[in-house]
């Protein structure tokens, strides 16, 4: 990974507020990398910075109104939540549809008697 943690660090100090937020472009035209390996860096990374960082429309931020942090919170909240519904739906459909599920994950079904089943 090229990243440089000080370059990143330096870069969302100066982003007060979401009016001056660093958008992933920026960081990765900072640190000649790619958007993935950005968002990775960030999300492994985000408690390591000496400040808060929040994600906006606009980028990525350091919080001036408690306002920031709280709508931040109910946006991951948000999102956590339709991932636990998507998981649940997959996992359901996958059973019915007669993958074998084990505490590992799923396995390949057992193979149908495709000719009993009505064309």
């Known amino acids: 990974?090229?990243?440089?943690a000080p370059i990143i660090t330096a870069a969302l100090s100066q982003a007060l507020g979401p009016d001056r937020a660093c958008t992933i472009a920026a960081l990765c035209e900072?640190?000649?990398?790619?958007?993935?390996?950005m968002e990775q860096f960030l999300e492994d990374n985000l408690e390591k910075f000496p400040f808060v960082v929040?994600?906006?429309?606009?980028?990525?931020?350091?919080?001036?109104?408690?306002?920031?942090?709280?709508?931040?919170?109910r946006n991951l909240h948000s999102r956590h939540r339709?991932?636990?519904i998507r998981e649940a739906t997959v996992r359901r459909r996958a059973r019915l549809d007669g993958?074998?599920?084990q505490p590992t994950?799923?396995?390949?079904?057992?193979?149908?008697?495709?000719e009993l089943i009505p064309q």
């Open 54 to 73: 929040v994600a906006g429309g606009r980028g990525y931020y350091r919080p001036v109104e408690a306002q920031q942090i709280n709508s931040y919170l």
């Open 82 to 84: 339709r991932m636990q």
């Open 105 to 114: 994950g799923f396995f390949e079904a057992e193979a149908k008697q495709l």
């Open 30 to 37: 900072q640190c000649a990398c790619g958007r993935r390996e």
């Open 99 to 101: 993958w074998s599920e």
């Open 1 to 4: 990974m090229n990243i440089s």
